[in-house]
């Protein structure tokens, strides 16, 4: 049977909607903003075309999943940044933050094989020897590395994460 839903229930039911409908309308609005500030008004300070070239950079390393890996990376920093505080006795985790760092632990490898192989897949896309052999070797070498650049990354940053979840496992004693 059917419950009778009042105006007003239905009405907070909505409310998280409209409100998730106004931060992405804001977010957009915000990001146009800043496009148009940035680039066409060429606000962008030398430090800012600095860190968007390292990370154009980055990008020429690793491919696509230097979309996920990058911020896996920041949460990573921030991770460590945080238990450096509380050996320090300036912030103070509720619970151990090892089950934080499991993410980074199972996700920064899978994104690197991912990145292998969508690099691995571009190289043997882009093997075109009408122009000859030695260019489209040095064009599948550079797709290649980029394809093991991807990988490493995410072992490494898994690495990085694996080590501070033992450490933290031994500070709080799981």
């Not at 550079?142 to 093991?148: D, E, P, R, S």
Request: proline residues 2%; contains cysteine.
């Amino acid at each position: 049977m059917r419950e009778k839903i009042s105006t007003q229930e239905m009405a907070v039911k909505k409310r998280p909607f409209l409100m998730d409908a106004v931060v992405i309308m804001t977010c957009f609005f915000l990001g146009c903003i800043g496009y148009y500030a940035g680039y066409q008004l060429e606000l962008f300070t030398s430090s800012q075309q600095f860190i968007i070239e390292r990370l154009r950079l980055i990008y020429e390393q690793i491919g696509i999943v230097s979309i996920g890996l990058i911020p896996l990376t920041f949460y990573l920093a921030s991770m460590i940044f945080l238990i450096f505080l509380e050996i320090v006795d300036v912030f103070s985790f509720q619970n151990s933050p090892a089950k934080k760092l499991d993410f980074i632990v199972e996700i920064g490898p899978m994104l690197g094989i991912v990145g292998t192989m969508i690099s691995l897949s571009k190289a043997m896309m882009e093997v075109d020897i009408s122009h000859g052999v030695q260019v489209a070797i040095n064009n599948m070498t550079a797709l290649i590395g980029q394809a093991l650049n991807s990988s490493i990354y995410g072992i490494v940053l898994a690495l990085v994460a694996y080590m501070m979840k033992s450490f933290c496992k031994r500070k709080w004693g799981e």
